[in-house]
């Protein structure tokens, strides 16, 4: 057993940017784990997807042709990549922690008896065993999994906590007919979600965000003004969309929205509530401004400050020349 | 399910169903006095839920109170930092505990009595020190205190305290650090001679502070008007009082016309100047004043950014006409701006009561002129931000609210059964819930209902005295 193998995600001949980020975990485990890194791709025409793909560490794509997956379709996915994980024996199988996954990931993981976490924000390779880190008891604490007694293990990889790998690569790319497995559930139609008027958050590298602190409606410009001035999404929590002071769009927590790519996420008057923290916790650098010494966002925060989320946006504005 | 009569009978049931969560409101209630130790037995009964409940910041002070009276630290050390226990629980766990994360707690708390602030500046290690500093109830005494030893950071945190008196500000200034300063002439109880003096002092950062006074005189004002820094002109028109025109004049710097356009004195001919603005945050703080004239908030409803719009759908002098306009623009955000305003035309309403888009329907549910059917339908919708604005919208009535008591979000459930139009017995019919937020929900619902009664008997008794 040696070597990586990543499921490739993709929506309407569009490769999904969690695959990249799968690409770029394996390339950090690479060394560590030894053999090649192969990149499956399942589709009716794997060919246009076969250059996104071609990136990074990865050494050898395989393209499986099937007119039954014009569509991400669960069966005829599961019965492919057993098939695939049968003949090469990866050390580790990776795939995007996404509604996918959810249908497909724990069927293969008992079928072909590997180890299996999901969800999972960390990788490591500890005397040549895979250890995964994920969370536990609603985003309370964080547990590292190992997985004793299994030759290879499958992890669903959380969106945004890996760095995507976009270099250029030049992996062989070989044909896999795999017949097997057949569809038992049909694609009826596409829903696009709801409109979000260009607002990105799970998008965003920078969040702003504001909550109950902001006060008043009257309030919530100011903040739209400096969030722009420096850069930032404006984001804010549940009380904030409640009252309709922002839109959906920019709620960040349970209820709303990922800030699946954000680095940098300054909380301002925003207590943090746990249904706040499942939207944010996750991010590396979180600044809280809140009066309220006790607020719990401080137990998570890198930064914080005790003030009054007012006077230190009115002292940013200035100090940015804002207004 | 019929709720309980009275408190008597509240408390009975509370107590005999067992379940904590649903009794916690009734303790130290008006009416449940007679039941405290039966309560105090069932709510102190789980070692875990004590825990959970020393937290808790909506616990009644009198529960909080009681549990205070246990030994274990770590549930003591939460009623410490719980903001709603009482002064009187604070100096009692004052007295009987001294370790230093207790001293940091009280210092913190904005319930600490002042003799206690004033005892814990006395001998405080950094951490208090930074605690009472924080701590917007500490009195001018203590903090004159704290002044003695006091560095940097803490000398302009002690300028920019609420309760700073004259003296201490005084004898910051003499100090002659820049920030601390700047905190001190910002302050609403500096000496004015020495804030006039920072008026014209040479470092822009000390006039722009000396701006922000809430109580600078408005000659003061009106001279920094004209000062050479624009932030320092933002900064004196930011605070002008209404009634007190200032002399506004058009001005070359963006900041200085984004505090002009909202400042609700603005002379008709410069508010026309701002909304042909290039900058497009100056149009949108000129679309929210309240005082602009009907025609500029029309013109404004009709300007190419959605924002500007969005602004102008959002002053509450928004006249109907334009109000209907925006109804219908192309922006679901700018829609959702006016779908929420009770004064929104019917015809308009009715229109946007057949959307789906999230942030309008969600509008709609919150607005009080909604039809009963519009808000039944909306219980219904996929997105349960949508489902629960039905529960925050203050006219909902009770057939959407029952709707909600069925909710798969517990939130929602809760918050329907806040609501006071949905009648106290059927919030008692949830009193089975799954989760515990909609239980204590429902506790609380009944207990402030049963007081209400008993008060209302007791006025009826006094005012028809029975023979």
Known sequence: MSGILILAEHRRGTLRDATLEAIGAAGTLKAALGGPVTVLVIAADPAPLVAAVSVGAVDEVITVARPDAATYEPHVYEAVLRAVIAQRSPSLVLMPHSVDSFSLAPAVAIGEGLGFATDVFGVAVEDGQVVATRAGYNEKVFVEIDFPGRSGVLLTLRGGAFAPETAAASPTVSALDAGAGAARSKH????????????????SPFILSIGRGVGDEANVAQFLELAEGLGATLGCSRPIADNGWLPKARQVGQSGQLAAKCNLYIAMGISGSVQHQWGMKHVENIVAINKDPEASIFTIARYGIVGDMLEIAEELRKQKGIQ | ???????????????????????????????????????????????????????????????????????????????????????????????????????????????????????????????VRAALLRNAGTPAVALHALLDHADAAERAALARHPQADADLLRTLLAGGDAVVRAEAVAHPHCPLTQVADACVDADAAIRRRAASNPVLPPSLRQALMGDPDPAVRAEALRLHAEGQEPALTDDGDVRVRRAQARHVALPEDLAEALSRDGDVWVRVWLARNPALPAGLIQQLGGDAEARVRHAAGRNPACPADVLATLARDGDEWVRAAVACRPDLPVEALRALEQEDAVDVAS??????????????????????????????????????????????????????????????????????????????????????????????ARRHLETFPQP
Request: no cysteine.
């Open chain 2, 1 to 127: 399910m019929r709720a309980p009569a009275n408190m008597a009978a509240l408390t009975g049931a509370l107590i005999a169903r067992g379940d904590a969560y649903l009794a916690l409101p009734a303790y130290g209630a008006e009416g449940a006095e007679w039941a405290q130790a039966a309560l105090a037995r069932l709510l102190l009964s789980n070692a875990r839920l004590k825990l959970v409940f020393a937290a808790l910041p909506f616990a009644p002070p009198a529960f909080l109170a009681l549990l205070a009276g246990e030994d274990r630290p770590a549930i003591l050390q939460r009623i410490v930092r719980n903001p709603a226990t009482s002064g009187a629980t604070l100096l009692r766990l004052a007295r009987q505990m001294d370790d230093a994360e207790t001293r940091k707690a009280l210092a913190a708390h904005a319930h600490t009595p002042a003799v206690a602030l004033i005892g814990l500046a006395m001998h405080a290690d950094a951490a």
């Open chain 2, 363 to 456: 509008a709609v549910a919150r607005n009080p002129q909604a039809r009963d059917a519009a808000l039944r339908r909306l219980t219904r919708h996929g997105q349960a931000d949508v489902r629960r604005a039905v529960a925050l919208n203050p006219d909902a009535p009770a057939t959407a609210l029952r709707l909600l008591l069925d909710d798969p979000y517990p939130l929602n459930r809760a918050f329907a059964v806040r609501h006071p139009n949905l009648p106290v017995a059927d919030a008692w019919g949830s009193a089975d819930d799954d989760a515990p937020q909609v239980r204590f929900a429902v506790g609380k619902r009944a207990v402030t209902h049963a007081a209400a009664a008993g008060r209302a």
């Open chain 1, 188 to 203: 009826l139609d596409w829903r696009d979600p709801p409109a979000s008027g260009g607002i990105d958050i799970p998008g």
